[in-house]
């Protein structure tokens, strides 16, 4: 099967480069990342100074993937405060997340693409005791390497939603060597792991240990984080605001209609716009006056120096700040599930007390919708017209609308754990080399 793989790779590469290098041209993104990921780093430090024992590599693909692995991470530095703690990513974006969540890592670097020389050249720099993924990122020819070199692979935060469950199903035969190749499987909830077993994994390899972001959620939450964006975005605390966060096209219509409305009952709201993928932030800003508003601020406009002045309606068109825009929120919207997207994480806005109303694509964040349902602090709507309603009903009942989501905010609090779990995994691996 790897060699199919690796003669299917050129195949690949040549279908994929022309898509990639457009995207360079028209946007630069992948510029920082491109050559790090074929193994060329300008800075040689960046290796020779990884000392320490023992030697972990954690790999969180993006932003949501480095929320989860940032707890862990925590954990095992205090653990082992002379061990060699190296971060890679694969997105630019979740590269800048890593460099301000995970201060612990002794270096962050890209994860390399899956080429053999590579995948060996970044194996022979970084000599990792433990390689752990995080979610469900597997390339065969870097774990093919680990193999062989005797490095345990130890998965972290493992989820199969069900649009991976049925890609990855009609390609069984290949993922079922890898998944049993695996020495250790933690896997965020039992339908996770019933997925990888019926995948492939190894029974007595998968254990259920919960879900990491939620220790990353409530230690992130601060009076001081909420009250940098609301200087940062001149918007006074307790002041009516309608935050739509993740939002994907198709989606920020229907909250422009919403606004509009809300604007009938509260001429004060104001909206905050938080597009999921960033370089569609001119397309936003388009829409958003297409629809009448012209009265925007866009904060990737604050590096030259402009600062929000009563603007109604925000644009968060720069990476790192929906977290903290959603502290500020009266009402939220989470994107992504208007649309059959899959849904976006619900729990960050969740984390700050807020009730999070979402579309009913959420198949990627079941486990999520459950508790925050269960706790009274998520509200599923079908459509536009039922989002409005839901949320004039709640802001009609403001000590209600406080109350459900200070009981989603515990909630959250009551599911932290997970990462002295992983932490657990890691190091009975670490001791069994």
């Avoid at 459950?370 to 602090?377: I, P």
């Amino acid at each position: 099967m790897i060699f199919l793989y690796n003669l299917l790779l050129p195949l690949a590469a040549l279908v994929g480069l022309p898509y990639y290098a457009v995207r360079m041209v028209l946007t630069g993104k992948y510029r920082k990342s491109l050559g790090p990921k074929l193994g060329f780093y300008p800075d040689s430090k960046v290796f020779s100074g990884l000392g320490g024992s023992p030697r972990i590599w954690m790999h969180a693909v993006s932003v949501g993937e480095v929320t989860a692995a940032a707890p862990v991470m925590a954990e095992l530095r205090t653990r082992y405060p002379r061990a060699c703690l190296v971060l890679s990513t694969s997105t630019e974006t979740g590269r800048e997340m890593a460099d301000r969540l995970v201060t612990e890592a002794t270096a962050h670097i890209y994860y390399p693409l899956d080429l053999p020389f590579v995948v060996a050249r970044m194996l022979r720099r970084v000599r990792p005791d433990v390689f752990v993924p995080t979610e469900t990122e597997l390339w065969p020819n870097f774990l093919t390497q680990c193999r062989a070199r005797g490095v345990q692979v130890v998965l972290v935060n493992g989820r199969i939603s069900p649009r991976s469950f049925r890609r990855y199903g009609r390609t069984r035969f290949f993922w079922k060597g890898l998944l049993e190749g695996l020495d250790g499987l933690g896997m965020i909830s039992e339908t996770d792991a019933r997925r990888v077993q019926e995948l492939g994994a190894l029974r007595e390899k998968v254990q259920v240990l919960g879900n990491a972001k939620y220790d990353s959620l409530a230690s992130r939450t601060s009076d001081d984080l909420r009250a940098e964006i609301s200087r940062k975005l001149d918007i006074r605390p307790g002041s009516p605001v309608f935050v739509a966060g993740s939002t994907h096209e198709g989606e920020e219509a229907a909250c422009l209609a919403v606004y509009r409305r809300l604007l009938e009952v509260d001429p004060e709201f104001q909206l905050i716009l938080v597009p999921r993928h960033i370089e569609r932030g001119d397309a936003v800003a388009d829409l958003v006056r297409q629809a009448g508003f012209k009265d925007i601020f866009r904060v990737s406009e604050m590096g030259g120096g402009r600062r929000r002045k009563g603007n109604r309606i925000v644009i968060v068109d720069v990476i790192g700040e929906l977290f903290k825009a959603y502290s500020l929120a009266t009402v939220v919207y989470c994107g992504g599930s208007l649309v059959p997207r899959g849904g976006q994480n619900i729990l960050e806005a969740a984390a700050w007390g807020k009730v999070v109303l979402y579309g009913p694509s959420m198949e990627d964040f079941e486990g999520e919708k459950a508790l925050l349902e269960e706790a009274g602090a998520g509200i599923s709507v079908a459509d536009e017209e039922e989002l409005l309603a839901r949320m004039l009903s709640l802001l009609a009942d403001p000590e209600q609308l406080k109350r459900r989501g200070e009981q989603g905010r515990l909630a959250i609090a009551a599911n932290a754990g997970a990462a002295r779990r992983y932490a657990d995994l890691i190091g009975r691996h670490l001791a069994a080399r």
